[in-house]
């Protein structure tokens, strides 16, 4: 069996250990990459004795979020929204809520895109509201609100800021929310599976449970209103696969087309705000959020976007890897079941095995140059600087390295020092020069890592480039790596 096919077991095994630990009722998930799904899988009973499918619908809560904030980011590309003007041009009621301080802005839709508006953490209270009306919204808003901070200063998790969200894509779009993000996103997609409503579902709808006594308790379904824009679709494992693909494709070197420029698309996936460690805790990894999805750093795969969804009876979660397109949704039907954590633990695992074995041993990867979308000149340039000093080690001349790399090489380590030092190295490990790299590693475009094997362990070599068109090497490291005895 394959690593991959290997690791497609484990995840499989981790959805169905946790409907046999009675986590949930059911579990239902997806493996998805550049092509768009392809694996999945479910566990327990969907509600008529089979196990749930990619096609089985589930609600995915705030994952909804993402859809909300690309449907407004088609109105301010067509020119029809500006995301520094304040809510109370769409949203006059919120003009009779006082400000925490004298010299506090009105929240902007900018701010309460990127969860900065200063609005407190309110998810069990909104998780309540998602069908009252415009009017019960505005008198919330009349009546008041607390702020945990200034607009604009902070990050905290807001639902109240989505569903004010909501109401500005209706005044500008003259139509209810669930309409324009049906007829701007879901539909252009072909999510036809992807709803608001479960009477609109097309498939069998997954019930929500709760536990109590021992036992599972039916939660019953909400309908749409002022607050759908917070959580309120219902999707299945393979439109919500399809919509991550989709997500995802802007940071490729083919971005699929769509009613949301890839421009937009890669902004909704950038660091707008720091996400504080206390709300994700445990986590080793720097989190921030941008537009209706959360962005994590990894030392390993890089940038990580996702979003999770919880709703009365319902856990959901989708993630993929910026670099590589691969990711995972899944789904599970009991409150608070926090399916993110077996999804985060299935991505890591597919990670792991999608990641190209060094020849060595020493399991570095050997994708080249990090490929990012408008990269290719750095990556020409990362590549024939990489050619240019692999000759250099191999016949060092001081005019040629002047040609190859920019004046503070020479300053940072007279060329003197650096050719004894190469030299050494190459000799400690045996270095075979003319070898091609049995391993390479990558950051950016513009930095490259290799390995060169040797008869007693291997050398690393590294550069990275100055920022000039003509991909000069602003970095030169060569060292030596002995072999475990």
Known sequence: MSPWDTAVAQVDALFRDRVDRGVAPSSAWGVFDRTGLVTSGGHGDRGDGQRPDADTVYRIASCTKSITAATLLTLVSDGRLDLDAPITAFVPAFGAVPLPTPDSPVPTVR??????????????????QESISDA????????????????????????LGYALLGRVVAVVTGRPFT??????????????????????????????????????????????????????????VRDLARWATHLGSASSDAPEPGPVSPADRRLMQQAMRVVPSSVVPGSSRATAYGFGLFVEQDDRFGELVSHSGGYPGFSAHMRWSAQTGLGVVAFENATQAKVSTAAQQAHDLLLD?????????????????????????????????????TGLLADWQDDGADVVCTPNVAMDVPYDRRRRAIAAAVAEVGADLTAAPVAEQSSTPSHLRWWLPGTCGRL??????????????????????????
């Open 111 to 128: 701010m309460l895109l990127t969860m900065s508006a200063g609005f407190p953490t309110d998810d069990p209270w909104a998780d309540r």
């Open 460 to 485: 690393r070599v590294e550069i990275r480039l100055a920022p000039g068109a003509a991909g000069r090497v602003q970095t030169l490291t060569v060292v030596a790596e002995p072999a475990e005895r």
């Open 179 to 236: 309409q324009a993000a049906r007829d701007t996103v879901l539909r252009p997609l072909g999510l036809d599976r992807t709803v608001f409503s479960a009477a609109e579902a097309q498939g069998p709808v997954v019930t929500g449970f709760r536990p109590h006594d021992g036992d599972w308790e039916p939660l019953p379904m909400t309908g749409p209103g002022a607050f759908s824009s917070i959580g309120g679709l219902f999707s299945t």
């Open 353 to 389: 095995a999608a990641r190209p074995a060094a020849s060595d041993g020493h399991g570095d990867t050997t994708t080249g140059p990090v490929r990012r979308p408008g990269a290719e000149p750095t990556i020409r340039a990362t590549r024939a600087a990489q050619v240019a000093v």
């Open 136 to 159: 019960e919204l505005d008198d919330v808003l009349r009546g008041g609100l607390l702020f945990d901070s200034v607009p604009g200063t902070r990050f905290a998790y807001s639902n």
